[in-house]
Nanobody, 126 residues
Framework: QVQLVESGGGSVQTGGSLRLSCAAS????????WAWFRQVPGKEREGIAS???????YYADSVKGRFTISRDNTNDTLFLQMSDLKPEDSAMYYC????????????????????WGQGTQVTVSS
């Protein structure tokens, strides 16, 4: 009952920056946790960053210090600011929402989330 639509993906050179957006609609008032995931063909979907309803954030080691997750509650939009991009960041990026989730590393677990966007492709070239 929560619909998510990602946007902002594209191609960027190594070291560049990109901001992804996730527009939410539906029963967003029931969402307590939001997160960004990424996936490449043949691999498991990987949790990158999460943010709780109270604003607590958590990042995977692979993106810590380079990516920033944030929310605009007035517009029901989730953001992922990506900087110092590397070729290994190339993936399909998905946003996700959950009514509740464990904090810390557990908030990056795929099974915690019940609503997903369709994904937006990010390609980083050297």
């Amino acid at each position: 009952q929560v619909q998510l639509v990602e946007s902002g993906g594209g191609s960027v050179q190594t070291g560049g920056s990109l901001r992804l957006s996730c527009a939410a609609s539906g029963y967003t008032y029931a969402v307590y946790y939001w997160a960004w995931f990424r996936q490449v063909p043949g691999k498991e979907r990987e949790g990158i960053a999460s943010i709780s309803g109270s604003g607590t954030t958590y990042y995977a080691d692979s993106v810590k210090g380079r990516f920033t997750i944030s929310r605009d509650n007035t517009n029901d939009t989730l953001f992922l600011q990506m900087s110092d991009l590397k070729p290994e960041d190339s993936a399909m990026y998905y946003c996700a929402a959950a009514r509740a989730a464990r904090s810390g590393i557990a908030s990056l677990g795929r099974d915690q989330y019940g609503a997903w966007g369709q994904g937006t492709q990010v390609t980083v070239s050297s």
